[in-house]
């Protein structure tokens, strides 16, 4: 294995007081040797057998160094990105990104459907993938997205409510009050606001057409705003 030596060249290695910083916190690290192999982008931390994690930053003296791979660079910052795996137990376990898209079996959902309290005289939220409308939106990358939910033994007619997410958590709701008949309006909806349509289901069958009211709802810096009246039954 390589080691950086003072002048930044492979060889010899580096021993004298060092301070690793991770997360703005100073992590002493006081007369070891420093080790940097190439072939796994790791710095190792000899003597107490401390690795450092990605995005770490070694303070070397009174002489900070920069190493850039395959560069052979160096200036005033240790700066070590690592590729595929630490050694250090000091580092947090590295978390994969979620995959964008729809998922409408997405734990954050299922979460937030438990969550909210049934109606008064009704059975609770169904937090089952398969009973949620199939306008829903849900994708964690989006600024915006919502899930349409309905009621356990749900039938056409049985209320609804829009839960929205943003970036994948849960924000709320659309309105206090579930409506029967929601829809998204995939038409209108872009990745920070969400339309939904609600039909006016008082005077017509379940699968007959009926007025439509259409309530965008925007993500707007840490809310959801509402940009339309709700609908007045």
């Known amino acids: 294995m390589g080691m950086l030596g003072p002048a930044g060249q492979w060889g010899g290695g580096i021993r004298f007081a060092s301070l690793l910083v991770r997360g703005g916190s100073p992590v002493s690290v006081r007369s070891q ?109 989006a600024v915006l997205s919502a899930v349409i939910i309905s009621v356990e033994g749900a039938t056409g007619s049985s209320p609804e409510l829009a839960v929205f997410f943003h970036n994948g958590s849960y924000v709320g709701i659309a309105t206090s009050k579930a409506y029967a008949f929601t829809t998204l309006n995939a038409a209108k909806t872009t990745d920070d606001t969400v339309a939904l349509d609600y039909k006016d289901g008082r005077n017509v069958c379940t699968a007959c057409p009926g007025p439509i009211t259409t309530v965008r709802y925007q993500w707007q810096s840490d809310h959801v705003a509402m940009l339309d009246p709700a609908p007045q039954w």
């Open 33 to 141: 040797a420093v080790y940097v192999g190439i072939p796994a982008a790791v710095l190792l931390v000899a003597g107490r057998g401390s690795g450092v994690c990605g995005g770490d930053t070694l303070r070397v003296g009174g002489a900070e160094q920069e190493a850039v791979f395959g560069m052979g660079r160096v200036g005033w910052v240790v700066v070590v990105v690592l590729v595929g795996w630490a050694l250090s137990p000091l580092c947090a376990p590295v978390r994969a990104a979620p995959a964008c898209g729809l998922n409408l079996r997405a734990p954050e959902i299922q979460t937030a459907v438990k969550s909210l309290p049934s109606l008064p005289q009704s059975y609770p939220w169904d937090s089952n993938p398969q009973s949620f409308d199939p306008s829903s939106n849900y994708d964690p990358c």
